[in-house]
């Protein structure tokens, strides 16, 4: 069976278990409080999920058809910089069902046990923070190398318009974190992250700000190796590809900005904020969809 | 047998790369190792009709658009075509 197919079959297998394993979490006291019962609250749960889960096959999808085409890539000149986007968007992809699997156990257990909360909280906080710190590190690695070897360089421009998006998305995401905290007392862990001022700003805020920089930078770069690729067939390809790429980013960005900004205490949001998500979601499984179609096409150039 | 102007091959790659980029080099060495079963460096003018057909033929695998494989076969046939002593194209 062939790689891609394989690897989608066991991904696309667990996120089956994970829509499973939600009919079978214990319901939330609350949730009765709004007179819903056991088995209404596991259908409304999986009808929020389910597509939510076709999201992440997509993305899946996509990421793994990158990844074969960066296989075989090996030994070429580009092949260093394409496995390690490759690698990078796997991450991104394997970030929508993990997280979510630990979320919603971890989340299980705080409803039946309160004092778990303050524990789940700080756990997700950290899970959410590695997906884009790992993946955008890979894939801004990737982009460099593939744009050294095509001897192209981002522009002056380019750089600044990086710095003026980084600097509005940092500003705005502070502004909306810090309107969470005590900012009189910054050791306080009396908020809604659970963490002190300081630890939230030193391990979380920094963080994310830098591997949203990261991820601004190699969207950047790839947008400039896609208009600037040599060979007609080629650049369209690449051009495809870049889109894609430049989509994700921007789409994970955004969720995690979400995700972060309006701290999520593992209930079942049903408002605003669930739009959101499947917004963001959706754009980043379009994205996978274009990186798809654009691996397909560089994957045929090398091969026919 | 003609033997090969110098730098056919590059000429053909150069060629080649207008439409394929960084692939371009690959997709000779292919098409002449797969089709014409000789070192790709090797290719002589009388090979040059053959690895034209099989060329666009790969080509339009690759676009619908045929307006650019008739352009870029043409390109190489101009390249078949071409006096010898001639400066290259």
């Known amino acids: 069976m062939h790689l891609t197919s394989r690897a989608f079959s066991r991904y696309a297998g667990l996120v089956v278990l994970f829509l499973i394993m939600n009919l079978f979490l214990p319901v939330p006291p609350r949730a009765h409080a709004f007179g819903v019962d056991g088995t209404q609250y596991h259908v409304l749960l999986f009808t929020v999920l389910l597509p939510l889960a076709l999201v992440w096959c997509i993305s899946y999808y996509g990421a793994i058809t990158l990844y074969d085409f960066a296989r075989r890539m ?9 496995r390690q986007i490759a690698r990078g968007c796997l991450w991104l992809a394997w970030g929508f069902l993990v997280p979510a699997t630990i979320r919603q ?12 909360q303050r524990t789940a909280v700080i756990v997700m906080d950290y899970v959410n923070l590695s997906v884009p710190l790992v993946a955008f590190s890979i894939i801004g690695t990737g982009s460099r190398a593939l744009l050294e070897q ?3 360089r981002t522009t002056v421009y380019d750089t600044k318009r990086v710095v003026v998006l980084f600097a509005i998305i940092g500003v705005l995401f502070c502004y909306y974190t810090f309107r969470q905290l005590n900012l009189h007392d910054a050791a306080s862990s009396s908020n809604v992250y659970f963490l002190p001022g300081w630890a939230l700003v030193l391990t979380i805020v920094i963080p994310y700000l830098y591997a949203w920089f990261i991820g601004l930078l190699a969207a950047f770069e790839i947008n400039r190796l896609g208009a600037h690729a040599r060979g007609v067939l080629y650049r369209r390809a690449m051009q495809l590809l870049a889109g894609g790429l430049t989509l994700v980013i921007a789409t994970s960005i955004a969720y995690q900005c979400i995700l972060t900004m309006i701290p999520n205490d593992g ?6 904020l669930l739009l959101l998500v499947y917004l ?5 499984g379009a994205g996978f969809i274009l990186i798809a179609r654009g691996a397909n096409r560089l994957k045929r150039i090398e091969e026919v | 047998m003609a033997a090969a102007p110098a730098g056919l091959y590059e000429q053909v790659l ?7 980029g960084p692939a371009a080099d690959r997709f000779i060495a292919r098409q002449v190792r797969n089709h014409l079963h000789k070192s790709p460096e090797d290719i002589t003018k009388a090979d040059l009709e053959k690895l034209i057909d099989w060329i666009r033929v790969a080509v339009a695998l690759l676009t619908e658009d045929s307006e650019i494989v008739e352009e870029y076969t043409q390109q190489l046939e101009r390249l078949a075509h071409h006096d010898e002593g001639s400066k290259p194209i």
């Open chain 1, 74 to 82: 090996e030994g070429t000149p580009e092949g260093h910089g394409y």
């Open chain 1, 105 to 116: 156990i971890l989340f299980s257990i705080a409803s039946g046990h309160p004092a778990f």
């Open chain 1, 150 to 152: 095509a001897k192209t």
């Open chain 1, 267 to 272: 209930k079942l949001a049903l408002d605003y």
């Open chain 1, 280 to 284: 963001t979601e959706i754009a980043e």
């Open chain 2, 14 to 20: 150069r060629v080649t790369h207008v439409y394929l």
